[in-house]
């Protein structure tokens, strides 16, 4: 028994019959608590105190009429287990006690109340079963309700097929028609023919295998309308295993399909948009170079057969229009080289960075020498790019270094680390540095901070740098502080 003592609330009028009573629980079996009551007033007050576990009550009792003590014990605390006590020859006054509520009834002769104790432990676990069970059911019609409310109030559709795809629940019903005309049914009366191949598949594979999976399906809409669900299946299993349900959730992603579109027509529109730009860039810029080359051949040859017959300003000005002519060249040559990163480029390969940074370094060689710089490289590793622009890369930002450098002697050093799947490589110099603000544009096409009597060039170095590593798939930054030097830093994905 999971209850030690047994608290036993016993009313009788009579000192024989309790003492009877009391002999069987107390002392023959013990494990009773018997607390006595010999009138109404005593028995309503002692029951209101409560803290029993079932009550033996004698049918005649002085105060009461017929079994008014049931309905005092069932008002008072409800559920209490109530034992008829009855003399001999009253059997059908302890069967009428029974039809109102009372648990059983023990007949007052010793033969009788022998068993009185065992009456008792079976009232009791008889009562706390159904309890049990009350409870039990109780928590599974809460949980039915909570249940019934969420899925009601759900905003997918929650559909339950059986084994023959036959439906069984649904949670919102099928517009027009009533949850009884689609419950019952096959799934597939609801599904356009077309598309009854995927759903059919995917189900009969829940039922196979006991595993979830999903598929998205397009359905067409009053007006025509194209929408799309996301429908994710779950296996419902017994108690062995066995899958005898699939819950199928519909989720509606119409607008995440669209929104998935509209950004996939406009990544098209702008590969495109840029392809033409370069191709714009290159044409223009190739078709530009012979006349331009005219202008400045006939410059020079002007500046050749008469500079000396002129005056100075008339000097000066040709002077000038040959400057020009041959810095305009420049940048259109840069522009050129800068369109035929994206179209020209050569299919990535396994490539060594140190092969490339020493072949930077000779390409670099004249303007290392002329400027006295110290250039040093850490070890580097293979990455998979464009050699060609691998070495362009380096070359452009070493060259950077070198122009922007101070009045110290230039101290340029390539360095590696391996970070989150990339590498990042950085090239740290001692130059002049970079005010804080210009840090975000210096990668700007033709972007400027000096004149070009300062830092000769067209600018576009640093924009062509930061274009082959797009193309990389990585990101290139600057980190600098004027006066102090500044460091370039560029990723490259570890493939």
């Known amino acids: 028994m999971a209850i030690d003592v047994i608290t036993v609330l016993y009313v009788d009028d009579s000192p024989f019959d309790r ?41 005649n009792i002085l105060g009461f009429e017929g079994l008014q003590v049931l309905d005092m014990v069932h008002a008072i605390i409800p559920g209490l287990p109530v034992i008829i006590v009855t003399g001999t020859g009253n059997e059908e006054v302890a069967v009428e006690a029974l039809k109102k509520g009372a648990d059983d009834y023990v007949v007052k002769s010793p033969s009788h109340i022998r068993r009185l104790p065992q009456t008792i432990y079976s009232v009791i676990d008889t009562k706390r079963s159904k309890i049990e069970r009350m409870q039990v ?61 995927l759903p059919r598949r995917f189900i009969a594979e829940a039922f196979r295998t006991g595993e979830s999976g999903s598929y998205i399906s397009t359905a067409t809409g009053n007006q025509n309308n194209i929408a799309w669900y996301e429908n994710s299946l779950a296996p419902i299993k017994n108690a062995d295993g066995s899958v005898v349900s699939v819950a199928i959730i519909a989720s509606d992603i119409t607008e995440r399909k669209q929104a998935e579109m509209r950004l996939t027509e406009m990544m098209e529109d702008l590969q495109r948009s840029n392809k033409e730009l370069e191709r714009f860039a290159y044409v223009v810029s190739h078709d530009l170079q012979e006349p331009l080359r005219m202008v400045a051949s006939y410059v020079q040859l002007l500046e050749k057969r008469y500079k000396d017959q002129l005056d100075q300003d008339a000097n000066d000005f040709i002077n000038f229009a040959a400057d020009g002519a041959i810095r305009m060249q420049q940048m259109i040559l840069d ?22 940074f020493k072949e930077a370094i000779a390409n670099l060689e ?55 799947g990339e590498w990042i490589i950085s090239v740290k110099d001692n130059g002049v ?43 290139i930054w600057v980190e600098s502080e004027p006066g102090e030097g500044s460091t370039f830093f560029f990723s490259i994905p570890n493939k």
Not at 391 to 406: E, G
Not at 441 to 453: G, Y
């Open 19 to 59: 003492d009877l009573v009391f002999h069987a629980l107390q002392k023959e079996h013990g494990g009773f608590n018997v607390i006595e009551a010999d009138s109404r007033e005593e028995f309503e007050n002692k029951l209101a105190m409560g803290g029993y576990d079932i009550v033996l009550s004698d049918f």
């Open 137 to 197: 059911q109780r928590e599974l019609q809460e949980s039915e309700a909570r249940w019934q409310s969420l899925v009601a109030n759900a905003p997918n559709f929650i559909t339950i097929v059986d084994s023959s795809h036959v439906i069984e629940f649904i949670n919102h019903p099928v517009q027009g028609l009533t949850l009884g005309d689609v419950i019952g049914n096959s799934i597939y009366e609801f599904i356009t023919p077309e598309y009854h191949d």
């Open 335 to 356: 522009i050129l080289e800068y369109s035929r990163v994206g179209t020209k480029g050569r299919e990535f390969e396994s490539v060594d960075l140190n092969t490339v």
């Open 366 to 420: 004249s303007q290392i020498k002329d400027s006295g710089a110290h250039v040093i490289s850490d070890e580097l590793p293979h990455v998979l790019a464009d050699e060609i622009q691998m070495t362009q890369l380096l070359q452009n930002l070493i060259s950077n270094a070198i122009k922007f450098r101070s009045e110290n002697t230039p101290q340029i050093n390539i360095s590696c680390n391996a970070d989150n």
């Open 433 to 475: 540095g970079i005010p804080h603000e210009y840090q975000d544009t210096v990668f700007a096409v033709f972007k400027r901070l000096h004149s070009v009597a300062q830092y000769p060039g067209s600018g576009i170095g640093l924009s062509i740098a930061a274009k082959i590593v797009d193309r990389h798939g990585g990101k």
